[in-house]
């Protein structure tokens, strides 16, 4: 009679390979994940767009996010044959790696202006200058996205420097991108624009396992300054202080226009500092980020305040704001 062996599994064998498992269940993104990728993402590029024009000197523009979650099957058609691929690894706030693609041709022209060309003629060939001074437009107003996109989930979010970037012929390589041999992929598609030059589209694609948590860390943002509101409501109610009437002289003043500017924080630097600087570069600020900003009237300040997104302006919302006693004094 043969002999049967017996295997025993024991629990931590299972427990990892049921670990192995559980990796392999990514949460789908639904359509009102997809709307709120896209509100953050095209907030984030008007702030990227702001940076990259003044490191090019023509105005830029990355708009209209179609985000979608689609198989690399459906995604082939819309990457360019002859395509720049930027690999931009995610290190704080969100881990994972997340691509931007756009045309070859439009990468030169781009570098051809970052290089103190007019854009019109660039180089026939992505040199190692054309390289480099694409790598640092690019990080720059990756940089800026990446500021956005904190304010908007509430996390600091950094990515590494220099992101990584090369040519890919898709029309020739079969490797292409390992992001492509997901099941699925959230693909962002922007309209492109540069000036006069050049009018095409952006691509941005990112794993499902990394987006999930970007919408998650935006629902909690949003319900979080709710909650926050409705607190500072009941303390202004239950310490509300009495008023005093308005000086009778001071009912003149009413429709006179003060000026009301907002200090989102300040720096000192040295002249030779101040010399150095270029379209770009990053100043660092005596204020955290989060951090309330000061509303001043007249050069004096009167409030403190959140930056919020009003459509594609910047506005403030009061978070608390000095007595009004003080406030009368400002314009007496």
Do not use: C, W
Request: hydrophobic share 40%; net charge negative; no cysteine.
């Amino acid at each position: 009679m043969s002999e049967i062996n017996e295997t025993v599994v024991t629990k931590d064998e299972m427990d990892a390979l049921l670990g192995d498992m559980d990796k392999e269940k990514v949460e789908e993104i639904t359509g009102a994940d997809e709307q709120r990728l896209a509100g953050a993402y095209k907030t984030s590029m008007v702030a990227a767009t702001d940076v990259l024009s003044r490191i090019l000197k023509k105005q830029v523009k990355i708009e209209n996010p179609d985000v979608q979650t689609l198989s690399p099957q459906q995604i082939e058609d819309e990457i360019p044959k002859d395509a720049i691929v930027v690999e931009v690894e995610y290190v704080d706030g969100i881990k994972g790696m997340t691509y931007i693609l756009f045309l070859k041709e439009h990468g030169m022209t781009m570098a051809d202006l970052a290089t103190g060309g007019d854009g019109t003629s660039p180089k026939g060939e992505m040199t190692e200058a054309y390289m480099g001074a694409l790598a640092d437009a690019v990080g720059k107003m990756i940089d800026a996205a990446n500021s956005s996109l904190s304010t908007k989930t509430g996390k600091t979010i950094s990515s590494q420097r220099p992101p990584k970037i090369k040519v890919i012929d898709f029309a020739t390589e079969e490797d292409g991108l390992a992001i492509l041999k997901e099941k699925e992929v959230v693909r962002i598609n922007y309209n492109l624009t540069v000036g006069d030059l050049f009018d095409g589209n952006l691509l941005q694609l990112m794993p499902v396992d990394m987006a999930k948590p970007i919408v998650k860390s935006i629902y909690e943002k949003e319900e979080k300054v709710p909650e926050e509101e409705a607190g500072r409501s009941v303390q202004f109610a239950k310490t509300a202080p009495s008023t005093p009437e308005l000086p009778q002289n001071l009912q003149l003043l009413m429709d006179v226009p003060v000026e009301v500017t907002v200090e989102l924080g300040r720096s000192q630097k040295h002249i030779q500092e101040l010399l150095r600087m270029g379209p770009g570069d990053v100043i660092e600020l005596d204020r955290l980020a989060g951090e309330p900003v000061d509303v001043l009237v007249n050069g004096k300040l009167i409030a403190k305040a959140g930056v919020v997104v009003v459509d594609e302006n910047f506005g403030i919302r009061i978070a608390n704001i000095i007595n009004r006693e003080e406030r009368l004094s400002i314009v007496q």
